[in-house]
């Protein structure tokens, strides 16, 4: 398989929106790595879901599954978390995703999993790679573009859980962030910036645990033209806010430093252009295989009041397969 780079990547992606052809476009975490191919070219051992845009059928689950996790120590988070505190007081950030990958066990498949999986926006690539993932990136109807940045997660079933992570500062404060950032981002790109949505409550399905999570939806003006020069504008408002942090160019910066493994595709966005509109997803909820051995990434949003216990068992709890 042979990767487009940052510097074709993103211009492949303008030409075929340009021509109005229908595809899917896989962008890695550092726009380094870029797959876009046409709908009615593509492999047939990639496999999406946007919603109610799919290339798969529905198929139910007829036997059980094992599963099991096991997740760095708490010792070496503590250490990464550290780094990070002290790059907040340092004035570098103000908020950062912090990430892992934990090795982690079934007796499903990647394809298995992938087909099986719960959730709004999954992805398949080459047995090599899937996300099942809860977060929208950005959708784009007519001129209008919207995105949900999505910060703030618990347990479902905790009493009066919902009044509970609306009322979280820490949570408050780092939505606050992120929603200012994607404003931000998307007034690079457009106009008539406007937070539809603040902070609203949705229930996802988490292995045998509920989640609710808090997002927001921000929308914005795009130039009537915007389908010509699709590559460019994803290219200014790429990485996500919400899975890296803000600033975003020195978090950036501080992620490779501090983190224990490149990121490569998981956090980056995967989409499908229908030859009119956009719809796009985070890829977080994301596993990969690496000589023979599945590898499960997830992390949570640090900033200067979180506590390293909390985001621990954050990290680990974003570790399930969220299976009908």
Same mark, same amino acid.
């Given at each position: 398989m042979i990767w487009l780079n940052k510097d074709n990547g993103f211009e492949h992606i303008n030409t075929l929106a340009k021509q109005r052809t229908p595809f899917l476009f896989i962008i890695s975490f550092d726009g380094e790595k870029i797959f876009a191919k046409p709908l009615d070219a593509l492999d047939d051992d990639i496999f999406y879901k946007l919603e109610d845009w799919r290339n798969y059928p529905v198929q139910q689950r007829t036997k059980t599954f094992t599963f099991s996790r096991s997740p760095v120590d708490f010792v070496t988070y503590k250490k990464a978390f550290a780094t990070v505190l002290e790059e907040i007081r340092s004035g570098n950030t103000y908020l950062l995703n912090l990430t892992f990958r934990t @090795?982690?066990?079934?007796?499903? &498949? #990647?394809? *298995? =999993?992938?087909? $099986? +999986?719960? +959730? %709004?926006? %999954? #992805? $398949?690539?080459k047995d090599e790679f899937i996300c099942f993932s809860p977060e929208r990136f950005? *959708? =784009? *109807? *007519?001129?209008?573009i919207a995105t949900y940045p999505m910060k703030g997660t618990i347990d479902a079933h905790l009493p009066n859980a919902r009044e509970a992570i609306l009322a979280d500062t820490k949570e408050m404060a780092e939505h606050v962030m992120i929603v200012d950032l994607m404003r931000n981002d998307l007034g690079i790109i457009g106009s008539e910036i406007n937070v539809e949505k603040f902070r609203y409550v949705e229930k996802i399905k988490a292995g045998e645990k509920e989640l609710l999570q808090v997002s927001s939806k921000i929308t914005a003006t795009l130039p009537s033209d915007w389908r010509d020069h699709l590559g460019t504008l994803l290219?200014? =408002?790429? @990485? +996500? /806010?919400? =899975?890296? /942090?803000? @600033? %975003? %160019?020195? &978090?950036v910066n501080i992620i490779k430093d501090v983190e224990n493994v490149d990121r490569g595709f998981y956090t980056g966005v995967f989409g499908v252009f229908d030859g009119e509109s956009l719809r796009s997803g985070v890829m977080i909820r994301f596993i990969e295989k690496e000589n023979d051995t599945l590898f499960y990434k997830s992390g949570g949003g640090i900033t200067i009041d979180s506590d390293a216990q909390s985001e621990y068992n954050e990290l680990i709890d974003k570790i399930y397969l969220p299976l009908q």
């Open positions: @090795p982690i066990e079934s007796n499903f &498949t #990647l394809k *298995e =999993i992938f087909t $099986y +999986a719960r +959730a %709004k926006f %999954k #992805l $398949y690539f950005v *959708e =784009i *109807e *007519e001129n209008t290219s200014q =408002i790429l @990485p +996500a /806010g919400s =899975i890296s /942090g803000t @600033p %975003k %160019k020195s &978090t």
